[in-house]
């Protein structure tokens, strides 16, 4: 067993030519590892990958360009980044190699996840125009409330198959 692996979710998404002899190789090879295997449906675990992983390399790579521009006239913002800015923009450190090709392979999951994301943008922005201090608390709260319940979510053991 590997102490990395342990409880880990390993997600397979086996198509319609995947033999069941590959399959069950692959979970022999996660039980061995100690991980929790989930079956997903491959447009699925596209669309959650592009949520959960693509669209976070975005937003930390977006990050960095809009600090760029600011220190093109003031390079001071380098000096006051702190913590914050640093857990935020950690992805963009990511290879380009690896992450241009997980983005075009997943492009239309991608665009989707970056569209719902515009909405969120927009939607605070238009909060702030109309200075709604009351309706960005709200908002501002029941993001943390959904972190804070992420985070404590205990991982439990997936089921063998997961669907639509």
């Given amino acids: 067993?590997?102490?990395?692996?342990?409880?880990?979710?390993?997600?397979?998404c086996p198509l319609p030519r995947?033999?069941?002899a590959s399959?069950?190789?692959g979970l022999a090879l996660i039980a061995a590892l100690g991980g929790q295997p989930l079956i997903l449906d491959p447009a699925r675990h596209d669309r959650l990958v592009a949520t959960i992983s693509h669209?976070?390399?975005l937003l930390s790579a977006a990050l960095i360009q809009v600090a760029a521009q600011v220190g093109e006239t003031d390079d001071r913002v380098w000096q006051v980044a702190a913590s914050g800015f640093r857990d935020m923009s950690r992805?963009?450190?990511?290879?380009?190699?690896?992450?241009?090709?997980?983005?075009?392979?997943?492009?239309?999951?991608v665009r989707a996840a970056l569209a719902a994301l515009r909405t969120q943008l927009e939607q605070m922005?238009?909060?702030?125009a109309a200075d709604d201090e009351a309706a960005l608390r709200l908002a501002l709260h029941a993001v943390q409330a959904q972190r804070h319940a992420s985070v404590r979510q205990?991982?439990?053991?997936?089921?063998a198959v997961e669907t639509a």
């Fill in 55 to 57: 669209l976070p390399y």
């Fill in 1 to 12: 067993m590997c102490i990395r692996a342990r409880d880990k979710t390993f997600v397979l």
């Fill in 154 to 159: 205990p991982r439990r053991a997936a089921p």
């Fill in 18 to 20: 995947t033999s069941p």
């Fill in 91 to 109: 992805l963009a450190g990511s290879d380009p190699a690896m992450m241009l090709d997980i983005l075009l392979t997943n492009a239309p999951a």
């Fill in 23 to 25: 399959l069950s190789t």
């Fill in 125 to 128: 922005d238009a909060w702030l």
